[in-house]
């Protein structure tokens, strides 16, 4: 059977045998219940609940079906090849630096409880055909093998004068033909013979600004940021000033970074945590997030709506040779959405997100309230001056019923409820510091009461006079701040990270 007859196929008609003969390793899982510690946050097909009852938050307007769903926009498959450049154009080999096909990846994204997923491979000289004509085929297969899934369009995109970036194209039927055209017309790779002028600031602000006129906007967020910075707010190739001016350009677009990059499983195989030599990441998570008061707080600082997630980054599982996971086996990005492709994307857009490593949570909660008001994560509250101004603020998390993938049951020992001052734009481009941000309060086991399956814990920010943000984080360590990573497992350190909710005081 060709593989382009194979799309045609009803789902129904897909043989087990004939899974398992296309896709190669891990499609024995494709008909299989998801793994036992998979943490799962999959809802039902309406998205009126995550399978085992937990609804999440909810609020008015167009937000009914929301739940907390599980996912990764940073995933490779055999279409992160390598090139041969004795022939003119180079020639792409396919599987010279990821191995498994893209239906693997998304049946494996199912079975550690992922119900959305981006591919994301690495661009090269021409490369924006072999994306059209090669790897967005067996996209549409993927799509159909594993509706469960959604399965994004885009690319881990060569930003001009910074490292990699997921580029997210929103799901319509031109999906294809819009990758094409950002990845032939932007990406610093893309040119035969090698261009230098691609791979300037000035071509990544031209690309965004681009990208801010179409009709379906794409969606851009940095990956591990200081894997190239050789140390503690010492920045490689990315920096606080190409954030901030990116952002200048098109902040519905340019929307944040990975706060826990990929490519965990290093120490598993004598390597480290995120292929980050040159200075660790903190807690698995990256020092410009990690880092209270740090570059993530600065951006927060200036009112910039600038969001962390996680990715697996996963290129070859660390038991057959490589240094990652599968997705969704050790971290999680979850999104508040339903199970729609453009409700997805508008979460990522608008900070209804948070984080988590090892499965440590399954829901995270954060909303603040006063004068008859309330917001959560990714909104704001506006609050007048001219009344008593008392903010209070709820943290709802759910630790994982069972067992995660490495067989544990991670327990959250500590929660940190971190505030930072908002004082506007700041004419410092290279600033990453935010000195007014603290972490205002520890939780421990006695701090927070059982409801139902949650654990809630509330506290009271009195009489607030300027615009503040508040996050929470929380571990299943006794660190009072992340500390550098060493050899120790990741399984055994492991921490959860809110987006930021607003106050106003007008």
């Excluded at 707080?297 to 709506?305: T, V």
């Amino acid at each position: 059977m060709k593989d382009e007859d194979f799309a045609d196929i009803p789902r129904s008609q897909v043989s087990r045998r004939r899974l398992v003969k296309y896709v190669g390793v891990g499609a024995i899982l494709a008909t299989a219940s998801p793994l036992a510690g998979s943490g799962s946050a999959i809802a039902d097909d309406n998205g009126d609940g995550d399978g085992d009852g937990h609804f999440g938050r909810q609020g008015g307007g167009d937000s009914g079906g929301r739940v907390w769903r599980a996912g990764d926009h940073h995933v490779h498959s055999e279409y992160s090849g390598g090139w041969d450049t004795s022939t003119n154009p180079p020639r792409f080999i396919k599987g010279g630096e990821a191995v498994y096909p893209i239906v693997t990846n998304a049946i494996m994204a199912k079975n550690f409880g992922l119900t959305w997923a981006m591919c994301t491979d690495h661009g090269g000289p021409t490369h924006s055909k072999v994306n059209l004509e090669q790897a967005y085929p067996d996209l549409l297969r993927s799509r159909k093998l594993v509706p469960e899934v959604l399965q994004f369009w885009g690319m881990e995109f060569d930003a001009p004068a910074l490292d990699h970036h997921t580029l997210m194209i929103p799901r319509h039927d031109d999906e294809a033909r819009l990758l094409f055209e950002l990845e032939s017309r932007f990406a610093s790779r893309e040119g035969w013979p090698a261009d230098p002028t691609r791979d300037t600031e000035a071509k990544m602000v031209e690309f965004l600004r681009y990208a801010r006129g179409l009709e379906q906007r794409p969606l851009v967020i940095a990956h591990h940021t200081s894997r190239s910075a050789p140390g503690l707010g010492v920045y490689g190739q990315d920096t606080p000033r190409e954030f901030r001016n990116g952002n200048n350009a098109a902040p519905e677009i340019y929307v944040g970074f990975e706060g826990a990059p990929g490519r965990q499983a290093g120490p598993l195989t004598g390597g480290v945590r995120g292929g980050y030599v040159s200075h660790p990441t903190h807690g698995g998570f990256d020092q410009m997030t990690a880092r209270v008061g740090g570059l993530w707080d600065s951006l927060l600082g200036e009112g910039r709506r600038w969001w962390i997630t996680a990715g697996s980054d996963s290129h070859v599982h660390w038991t057959r040779g490589g240094s990652d996971f599968w997705p969704g086996e050790y971290s999680k990005t979850y999104v508040h959405a339903r199970q729609d492709y453009a409700d997805i994307m508008d979460g990522l857009r608008n900070g209804r997100i948070f984080v988590t490593t090892g499965d440590l949570v399954t829901s995270l909660d954060l909303t603040a309230s006063g004068q008859g008001r309330a917001a959560a994560v990714g909104e704001t509250i506006t609050l007048n001056r001219r009344n008593r101004t008392d903010v209070e603020i709820e943290i709802t998390f759910r630790p994982l019923a069972g067992k995660n993938a490495n067989g544990d049951r991670p327990q959250v020992r500590r929660v940190d409820l971190i505030i930072g001052r908002i004082t506007g734009p700041n004419s410092n481009l290279d600033a990453d510091t935010n000195p007014t941000t603290t972490v205002v309060a520890r939780f421990g086991p006695r701090d927070w009461r059982r409801q139902g399956r949650d654990y809630v814990i509330r506290h009271t920010l009195g009489n607030v006079e300027s615009d503040i943000y508040a996050r929470v984080r929380g571990t299943s360590t006794d660190e009072a701040e992340p500390l550098a990573d060493g050899p120790e497992s990741p399984w055994s350190d492991l921490w959860f990270y809110s987006n930021p909710v607003f106050v106003h005081v007008r």
